[in-house]
């Protein structure tokens, strides 16, 4: 089959949160280069983002934003720079990557122990209320009753500097952090019902629907290295985003069937098999701007 045929034959699903230049770029960087020794020239970033749409004015805002980030470095003579990843990022890359790799690999330790937050604050400061809130969530909480927030697994200690550093000059606040157990924890009053779990359910079934060609497609291996890059990065940037939104509860909370392991093998069998492919796409992309670029690209795998 023709790289035509395949271009009309195979159909690769962009991002699905619609991914900004620099995301795509911190995505693309992560995935494919593991050393701050890589000199990478901009116009091999330019090259690279074209692959997916942006713009050279878009690739160089990018390249500048991650430069701000302290992702990447500039070096060189200033006229024309080459840019080098952090070895902060390199190890930040690896961790959020074993994280989105290892995502549902198996059912979470439970105990039957939650943290449970609760609070009082003036009704008067609503600005205070919505910090708190704000706090809670990124803590890995959510909300049981108007102030009483809980979480399966969650790090008391951290709950604890959450809401004193969010209340400790609030006049008139209290709060208090504890471990419970529920009496009825699988009932429609447990805990599980702070979640809207039918519809992060509905979320994964998106996902496997959204990629069900391509998956059928990489499986008949009709997706060439043209393809491969876009792809590979197109199902990341889609998955990367359960092990936030997904609480990861224990099975005998969840509503049956759970899409989640489905949802997990497409990705899985998807970004695996064309790792090898869309790095030959990159090397081919960067190489004329880049001469040194097959020494130092590779790719993330979860073998």
Do not use: C
Not at 197 to 210: H, K, M, N, V
Not at 247 to 275: K, M, N, V
């Amino acid at each position: 089959m023709s790289g035509e045929q395949l271009k009309t034959d195979v159909s690769v699903p962009r991002s699905q949160t619609g991914a900004s230049p620099q995301h795509l770029l911190a995505t693309v960087l992560g995935e494919y280069l593991d050393s701050a020794d890589a000199a990478l020239p901009s116009a091999a970033v330019i090259a690279i983002l074209g692959e997916f749409g942006i713009s050279e004015s878009s690739a160089r805002s990018a390249l500048s934003r991650l430069t701000k980030r302290g992702l990447i470095v500039a070096r060189g003579d200033g006229r024309v720079p080459v840019y080098h990843l952090t070895t902060a990022a390199i190890a930040s890359h690896h961790t959020h990557m074993q994280r989105f790799l290892s995502f549902g690999a198996g059912p979470p330790e439970w105990s039957g122990d939650w943290v449970m937050a609760t609070f009082s604050i003036p009704s008067s400061n609503q600005a205070s209320r919505h910090a708190v809130r704000k706090a809670l969530t990124a803590s890995g909480l959510v909300g049981l009753y108007d102030s009483v927030w809980i979480g399966p697994g969650a790090d008391a200690a951290a709950v604890r500097t959450a809401l004193s550093r969010t209340l400790h000059e609030v006049e008139g606040a209290r709060w208090s952090v504890m471990h419970v157990r529920f009496d009825d924890e699988a009932g429609p009053h447990g805990p599980a019902a702070a979640y809207d779990l039918a519809g992060l359910a509905s979320s994964y079934r998106d996902f496997i629907d959204r990629y069900a060609e391509l998956r059928v497609a990489v499986r008949d291996g009709r997706v060439d290295a043209a393809r491969a890059l876009v792809a590979r990065t197109s199902v990341m940037d889609s998955w990367r985003r359960f092990p936030e939104l997904d609480p990861d509860l224990p099975e005998h909370l969840l509503p049956a069937p759970w899409p989640r392991q489905q949802a997990r093998d497409t990705f899985l069998e998807i970004h695996t098999a064309l790792g090898s492919l869309a790095r030959e796409r990159l090397v081919e992309v960067a190489t004329p701007h880049w001469p040194e670029a097959a020494s130092w690209v590779t790719f993330f795998s979860s073998q």
